[in-house]
């Protein structure tokens, strides 16, 4: 559990990084490298990892 003196500027924060991430896409950028061959071995994980990194930050701030 966070303290609640964090939990405002948090989402503010949060806030920030998801409207760069979206203007960064919208540019083509936003996303990373995966080096040797990965990004075919594993082609949905940069997304799995975002839609779960998305999932644990909303349980913390709940």
């Not at 998801?18 to 997304?47: C, M, S, W």
Request: glycine content about 4%; some cysteine.
């Amino acid at each position: 559990m966070l303290p609640r003196t964090v939990i405002e500027p948090l989402q503010h924060q949060l806030q920030f990084a998801k409207i760069t991430h979206q203007q960064d896409v919208a540019l083509g950028y936003g996303e990373v490298f995966l080096p040797n061959a990965l990004n075919r071995k594993y082609p949905n994980l940069i997304p799995n990892c975002v839609c779960k990194r998305n999932s644990q930050i909303r349980e913390i701030l709940s």
